[in-house]
């Protein structure tokens, strides 16, 4: 099922992340084998797969984190450490120091590293682009509060806000549902299918149930990448994407409540 | 007693320069102490400071023997400090897993080096004690002038790259992904954490540094919801406690240094014992609170 956009006639344009033939190993077996994988402008696509599989490896090879092993990445065409700038990143959230002295706002402006100036406070032109994301994901009036305060689904959106900050094209997101309850999730959802209007969205979810009606594309990894327009997402292809895991992911929401 | 000490502050240049000294290390020390503490390399701290023992003794020998009149302790304390700091931190970057490995290297080795430059330095051996545990009370004008002009540098800097401290304190990748210089600020942020321990180090010794440069911003963390406040707590309360600690000490002639910290780790303990029950009461009516 998909959404139509006016940029769905987009996919004869060149590619905004282009991988091809790319290996990647940390000291050790490689993690992800001949990856070629092209994103489109205005496309969402979602990089399911298991624990390990090389899905947060694939996105930091996006951001230019960390560089292939063998093969080559380009973002917009060019190197991603040149493209940083058009990129925004919300990473997990767990990584966090749960007593960071920071509010909202503070977290939300840090998106403005790479585009504000190098000396001094922040301009005033940083703080009303950070106020419009924090506004355009529903935080604007926790803009004061702690950020260790907040509750998990807060706190992803703050991350997305901080993303949006730096006024991006391109949208990669670790993991931006784990550990929300289903009701949280669902709100979420609304706001990725708002941002996605505007955005091309890279996502990543180990939690297959997570492919929702709006996203274009789902990439599948397990050190190697298979794409498949969602029309194509069958029980067959679940399963042999998580082998005997299938069961476990199916129950994943039940398993996280249980769990609380 | 405080009477005492308020007349003496009066009358001696010499407490006025202690008292002074005191309030200046304590500006520095509430800044970069707070970034120290959010991006947890207290130990690196640690480790700095105790080197700088190396470095004193060496500037105190050349001074000495071989008649290098213009070469001060602090100096060497300096020049040391800021060694060490580049040492650790390149090897720490380069070679994450040796990091713990060359700060004890660096802490030992200084402070051997540092105990064999002072005995072989004719009569100065006891100034091996007011470099341990700090000697305040000694400080002259031209040691004060090197103090404000180091406290006015790190200060400065701290703020003037304030945004850039925090974003790196706070998500270190997320800062590189967006082009910050990250291995830059990591670098930077030790070199001002080395020139904080020189000053601090004129206040309450080496052995006693981190103390300082932690306890006080431990306090204000129990309070600060952002990280300036924190800065401006920590080096408000540091400033108390150093001038707290010399008004009790004089008196009954205490150290001074080690009247500092214990007068901190009250401080901290108190704080940390009642922080709890009061926080916990207010947190009830939410919650999301503190979930994590």
Redesign the interface.
């Known amino acids: 099922m998909m959404v139509g956009t006016p940029r769905e006639n987009a996919v004869n344009d060149p590619p905004v992340i282009e991988l091809n033939d790319v290996w990647f190993s940390y000291d050790g077996p490689p993690v992800l084998e001949a990856v070629n994988l092209h994103i489109h402008e205005g496309d969402f696509a979602c990089m399911v797969g298991p624990n390990g599989g090389g899905k947060t490896t694939l996105l930091k090879l996006m951001?230019?984190?960390l560089l292939p092993t063998h093969g080559s990445v380009r973002v917009f065409g060019a190197a991603p450490?040149h493209a940083?700038?058009r990129?925004g990143?919300a990473?997990q959230q767990s990584?966090?120091?749960?007593?960071?002295?920071?509010?909202v706002m503070?977290?939300a402006?840090?998106?403005r590293?790479?585009r504000?100036r190098l000396?001094?406070?922040?301009a005033r032109s940083d703080k009303r682009a950070a106020a419009r994301a924090l506004e355009e994901v529903g935080c604007y009036d926790l803009r004061k509060q702690?950020f260790?305060?907040?509750?998990?689904g807060?706190r992803q959106r703050v991350l997305i806000a901080?993303a949006l900050a730096?006024e991006p094209e391109l949208l990669l997101l670790d993991e931006p549902t784990a550990n929300l309850d289903i009701k949280v999730e669902g709100e979420f959802q609304e706001l990725l299918r708002e941002l996605s209007k505007r955005l091309t969205i890279v996502l990543v979810s180990h939690d297959v149930g997570f492919v929702a009606p709006f996203v274009k594309t789902v990439v599948c990894v397990r050190h190697r990448v298979s794409v498949h327009p969602t029309s194509q997402l069958t029980g067959e292809l679940v399963s042999e994407l998580y082998g005997q895991e299938v069961r476990m992911i199916q129950h994943s929401h039940d398993c996280l409540e249980g769990r609380k | 007693m405080i009477g005492e000490f308020l007349q003496a502050l009066h009358r001696y240049p010499f407490m006025q320069y202690a008292v002074a000294t005191g309030v200046l290390a304590s500006v520095a020390c509430g800044v970069v102490g707070s970034y120290i503490v959010v991006r947890r390399i207290t130990y690196v701290a640690g480790g700095i400071s105790h080197c700088v023992l190396g470095g004193m003794g060496a500037a105190m020998y050349l001074n000495k023997v071989h008649g290098w009149h213009w070469l001060h302790p602090l100096h060497g304390a300096t020049a040391m400090a800021l060694a060490a700091a580049l040492l650790i931190g390149l090897v720490g970057l380069r070679y994450k897993q040796r990091e713990d490995t060359v700060i004890s290297a660096v802490w030992a080795i200084g402070m051997a080096a540092g105990v064999l430059f002072i005995t072989k330095t004719p009569g100065y051996a006891s100034d091996l004690m007011s470099y341990l545990f700090g000697n305040i009370l000694m400080v002259t004008p031209a040691d004060l002038r090197l103090i404000g002009l180091l406290d006015a540098a790190v200060v400065a800097s701290a703020l003037v790259f304030y945004k850039q401290f925090l974003a790196v304190c706070f998500d270190e990748e997320y800062a590189r992904a967006r082009g910050l210089r990250v291995e830059f600020y990591y670098l930077f942020l030790l070199c001002l954490t080395a020139l904080t321990v020189v000053l601090l180090v004129t206040v309450v010794g080496i052995i006693m540094v981190i103390a300082l440069l932690t306890l006080p911003v431990a306090v204000a963390g129990h309070f600060a919801q952002r990280l300036w406040h924190m800065m401006v707590l920590s080096a408000v309360l540091s400033a108390v406690l150093t001038t707290a600690g010399l008004a009790i000490s004089y008196g009954p002639d205490l150290p001074a240094g080690a009247t500092i910290i214990v007068l901190a780790g009250a401080a901290y303990l108190a704080t940390t014992l009642l922080h709890r029950p009061l926080s916990a009461l207010a947190r009830k009516g939410t919650p999301h609170a503190q979930s994590l």
């Open positions: 951001l230019g984190l450490h940083r700038r990129i990143y990473p990584q966090f120091d749960p007593r960071f002295p920071a509010s503070d977290i402006l840090t998106g590293m790479g504000t000396f001094g406070p922040y702690a260790p305060s907040l509750s998990g807060q901080r730096s």
